[in-house]
């Protein structure tokens, strides 16, 4: 178990802008997904992927605290809420993208 901190370039790789910057860096994942032609079901399947990990981090330093091993209540309550964190963009990107296909649904043809 690692104590880094979670950046939201894990959780939606290549899409964060740096501070200051206008610009967007691609991750080396995007970059693969997009030479192999991958589309955006696969960058939202990695995404869910990393939701995932962190829900798991999270419940594995639960589980250690609880059973006494030497693990701080602060890095519990911090993956807890990386995770709690993640879950909220993962299920707010899934909204946007159900009120898209309902918008698109609507149009006239």
Request: without cysteine; glycine residues 6%.
């Amino acid at each position: 178990m690692s104590s880094e901190p979670v950046s939201l370039n894990r959780i939606l790789p290549g899409y964060i802008e740096a501070p200051g910057k206008a610009t967007v860096k691609l991750s080396a994942d995007v970059v693969d997904i997009k030479e192999k032609g991958g589309e955006f079901s696969d960058l939202f399947s990695e995404m869910i992927s990393s939701v995932n990990d962190l829900q798991l981090d999270s419940s594995e330093i639960q589980s250690a605290f609880l059973s006494g091993d030497p693990v701080e209540l602060h890095q519990v309550m911090i993956k807890a809420e990386e995770a709690g964190v993640a879950m909220d963009l993962l299920l707010e990107i899934r909204n946007k993208l159900v009120d898209a296909y309902k918008e698109i649904m609507r149009m006239p043809v």
